[in-house]
Antibody
Framework: EVQLVESGGGLVQPGGSLRLSCAASGFTFSGYWMSWVRQAPGKGLEWVAHIRQEGSEKYYVDSVKGRFTISRDNTKNSLSLQMNSLRAEDTAVYYC??????????????WGQGTLVTVSS | EIVLTQSPGTLSLSPGERATLSCRASQSVISSFLAWYQQKPGQAPRLLIYGASNRATGIPDRFSGSGSGTDFTLTISRLEPEDFAVYYCQQYGTSPPMYTFGQGTKLEIK
């Protein structure tokens, strides 16, 4: 069974930093692109970043470029999101997600339950 | 950047009725890269449809997707009580490589 379990969320002041982690199990982690998607309270879904299987390619939504860094450790089946210079508008539930392979058309086929990040003074 | 616009914003229907949800793109989308998700309150999204018309694993056949170019549709043939939720369309673009989601359609019980 595919499982994605996020951790690391919490309350942080504007300008602060936070590191999110995602523990993956039930599949060959190193064989998949992985992604972070967020959802502000009461709002829709917003893609944040994704990373290639071996970590050689990383892409970000414009609003987090230069502030967030996605990374992975295939030896530990772990995905991370380092978030710096946090702003109030970064407040959201952050989902760790797996990108499907083959003919899935880059759809996101599995999602974690999410971890809440609140940026407030 | 491609913008996805979903309509209606809210759809009020009764169990047993047919639901038709629309997703319109600001420019042509590769059908293979168009997906639909369902999200219930307090839960993570769930993949329903990929490649515009392919049901994901375990998705009942009352869910179907169609469309091409800039207009895509998610149809639920006969609504079950568990189908009332928010639905999002999503496209993947390759230049630059990024995902875009629609703003969502809330399907509520009438």
């Amino acid at each position: 069974e595919v499982q994605l379990v996020e951790s690391g969320g919490g309350l942080v002041q504007p300008g602060g930093s936070l590191r999110l982690s995602c523990a993956a199990s039930g599949f060959t982690f190193s064989g998949y692109w992985m992604s972070w998607v967020r959802q502000a309270p009461g709002k829709g879904l917003e893609w944040v970043a994704h990373i290639r299987q071996e970590g050689s390619e990383k892409y970000y939504v414009d609003s987090v470029k230069g502030r967030f860094t996605i990374s992975r450790d295939n030896t530990k089946n772990s995905l991370s999101l380092q978030m710096n210079s946090l702003r109030a508008e970064d407040t959201a539930v952050y989902y760790c997600a797996r990108v499907g392979r083959g003919n899935s058309g880059w759809s996101i086929d599995y999602w974690g339950q999410g971890t809440l990040v609140t940026v407030s003074s | 950047e491609i913008v996805l616009t979903q309509s209606p914003g809210t759809l009020s229907l009764s169990p047993g009725e047919r639901a038709t949800l629309s997703c319109r793109a600001s420019q042509s989308v590769i059908s293979s890269f168009l997906a639909w998700y369902q999200q219930k309150p307090g839960q993570a999204p769930r993949l329903l449809i990929y490649g515009a018309s392919n049901r994901a694993t375990g998705i009942p056949d009352r869910f179907s997707g169609s469309g091409s170019g800039t207009d895509f549709t998610l149809t639920i043939s006969r609504l079950e009580p568990e189908d009332f939720a928010v639905y999002y369309c999503q496209q993947y673009g390759t230049s630059p490589p990024m995902y875009t989601f629609g703003q969502g359609t809330k399907l509520e019980i009438k």
